[in-house]
Structures are given as C-alpha cells and as structure tokens.
C-alpha cells in the first residue's frame, strides 16, 4: 500500500566498487508500491573486462527482479 509520508533513501556503499540507493517510491498501482533503486558501479579500465562487468549486472538484476510473485503465498518450510 501507498505511504503518504515521504520515504526515506537508504544508500549502499562498497569502498572501491560503487553505491546504490534504494528509495520507495509510490507504484504505477496505488494498491502496491515499489523500489527506485539507483546504482553506481565502478567498472575495470579494461574494456574487455567492464564489459564482462556490465554483462553480469545485467544478469544479477534480472535475477533480483525475477517473475512477480503471487501474494499471501505461504512460505515454504523445511520439517525436517
């Protein structure tokens, strides 16, 4: 649900390797809301490599955003 309140930014900083900012922000739905996230790699001088870099952003946030999930969905628990 949407918070009227502003949000509060969080930032990420790795030394060396760059930072993100995650910030919620209200969605195109207004029954859901959603996350700006603004994200600063350092990339290696190396062309080929920066490229190599930017390949695996590529993946990693496909990852992270993934298929939508259904909601209430009982999360699954080991009984072992």
């Known amino acids: 649900m949407s918070n009227p309140a502003p949000a509060v930014p969080v930032t990420v900083t790795v030394p060396g390797a760059g930072h993100a900012v995650i910030t919620r922000v209200p969605g195109a739905d207004p ?3 959603a996350a700006e996230i603004r994200l600063t790699v350092t990339l ?3 062309e080929g490599a920066a490229g190599l870099r930017l390949a695996a952003l590529t993946t990693h946030l496909r990852a992270l955003i993934g298929p939508p999930r259904a909601e ?3 999360h699954r628990r080991d009984t072992a």
């Open 31 to 33: 029954a859901h809301d």
């Open 44 to 46: 290696p001088a190396d």
């Open 72 to 74: 209430h969905r009982p």
